[in-house]
């Protein structure tokens, strides 16, 4: 009968925050599809192809802002559920310590590094001056981009997911008003799409101070300084999400040195296409981990453990009815897709990235369950899971498996890659779930 009660208010706080945060995700995904989309159109291939090179720079500027604002916002959620106020607070403030000194950091590289990171993201004379501008004015939007991520995620630990979603949807709003008014009527080229983009979390932040303004925050700065025990423990629970950001911009630097090993620039702007499009489906199981956290981390503070167990297996059915949806129709859009992104017509183009997005996107089922994993186990502070999930998806097995395929089947075999990796790791996933159930198990008994 207790079941019975409780479950219409457990799922009910499910769809509440998963489908506000899916959906803010799914907006703030939209930074780089946008910028896709209208370079494609704007400026041809050789933009989209510098936008390649330059995206894994922002998937680690993005991935140390998610960092922050998850690590920080899990020790402050399980604090505060647990009456601890104070120390709550203390987190807080420590998180925006941390984030002024990863923006300070960021935005020296845009002044000083841009260029010779230019060159080491494989731009050649072609694309280079394209990429350095995408690259140098990005990282110079990083403060912008990591505070309005850090507010993000204590807005939504602090109750409020319909603002969080609210801020995010509107900066990507303006991100693809700008996008256009920049990239059409004022001729900017690559310069004003890159603008556009770093406007976007200027205005999701602007959103977000109604919560402070109105008075409505639980969280406060509070008088501390920065201490290597708070910083180890933050960085520690939002380390899986830096590793699978930074393992996205990792492994589109090893496909487009393969690509551009195996078909020229022509396969880069073809990767970029499935990639920036992968971005987006990523980013709502993004939104599907980010929405039980909250959740999760609370249960688990007040000892709820099968409340914990009930959010996590409405995730990943979630996840599991949204991945066979995409696939449906990429399955039979692909051809579609592809020519929205192909403003100049070009065959060898249109022929990589169909067959490229039937392959690829295969894996997207698996790549949802270790997301959705990942998340689970940083919500109940069991980083060392969610880490080596992230680091086996990102770098350990599709990076080698990546290359070793391509120098056996050529294109295919790149394409193959992530769907292979995606499913062993996979397997190390349920591995863990087994572990925790039998230790769960054993804890009870004894």
């Known amino acids: 009968m207790q079941v019975t009660k409780t479950s219409p208010t457990i799922f009910g706080q499910f769809i509440r925050y998963a489908s506000l945060n899916v959906l803010g995700m799914f907006g703030i995904s939209l930074y780089i599809l946008a910028d896709t989309f209208f370079i494609a159109n704007g400026v041809g291939a050789d933009g989209l192809t510098a936008l390649n090179l330059a995206v894994p720079a922002y998937n680690f500027l993005h991935g140390c802002a998610l960092m922050l604002g998850l690590g920080g916002a899990t020790r402050y959620t399980v604090s505060k559920s647990q009456g601890k106020t104070a120390h709550a ?6 998180t925006i310590l941390l984030a002024t000194l990863f923006s300070t950091f960021f935005f020296c590289a845009g002044l000083v590094f841009a260029a010779p990171l230019t060159r080491i993201l494989g731009a050649n004379a072609e694309v280079f001056d394209m990429t350095y501008t995408y690259l140098r004015i990005i990282l110079l939007f990083a403060p912008a981009f990591i505070f309005n991520e850090v507010f993000l995620a204590f807005v939504r630990n602090d109750g409020a997911p319909h603002l969080a979603m609210y801020a995010m949807v509107g900066g990507s709003l303006a991100n693809i008003l700008f996008d256009y008014i920049f990239i059409f009527p004022l001729h900017m080229g690559i310069f004003g799409a890159v603008l556009a983009t770093g406007c976007s979390p200027l205005f999701g932040m602007l959103i977000q101070s109604i919560y402070r303004i109105r008075r409505k925050n639980q969280f406060h700065l509070v008088r501390t300084g920065l201490s290597a025990s708070l910083t180890g423990s933050t960085l520690a629970l939002g380390f899986s999400s830096l590793v699978t950001e930074v393992s996205s911009g990792v492994v589109m630097i090893v496909f487009n040195m393969l690509m551009l090993r195996l078909e020229g620039n022509t396969a880069v702007a073809a990767y970029g296409v499935i990639a920036n499009l992968i971005l987006v489906v990523i980013a709502i199981f993004t939104g599907i981990g980010q929405g039980i956290q909250p959740l999760i981390s609370h249960a688990y503070g007040r000892g709820e453990r099968q409340h914990a167990l009930q959010y996590r297996r409405y995730g990943l059915f979630l996840m599991a009815a949204l991945s066979v949806t995409i696939y449906a129709g990429i399955l039979f859009g692909a051809d579609g897709i592809t020519t ?31 997301i959705v994993l990942s998340f689970y186990f940083t919500s109940i502070e069991k980083a060392v899971p969610a880490q080596v999930i992230s680091l086996a998806r990102g770098l350990l097995i599709i990076v080698p498996l990546s290359i070793l395929l391509a ?37 009870q008994n004894t």
């Not at 607070?89 to 420590?94: A, D, E, G, P, R």
């Not at 065959?347 to 690829?360: C, E, N, S, T, W």
């Not at 294109?411 to 925790?436: A, D, R």
């Open 89 to 94: 607070n203390k987190f807080f403030t420590h």
């Open 340 to 370: 929205a992104f192909n403003s100049e017509q070009n065959p060898l183009l249109q022929q990589i990235a169909v067959k490229g997005l039937r392959i690829y996107f295969a894996g997207i089922l698996f790549a949802g369950f270790n």
């Open 407 to 443: 120098n056996i089947l050529g294109m295919t075999g790149v394409w193959m890659s992530f769907p292979i990796s995606e499913l062993l790791v996979s397997f190390l996933g349920l591995f863990f779930l087994v572990k925790q159930k039998l230790g769960g198990k054993h804890s």
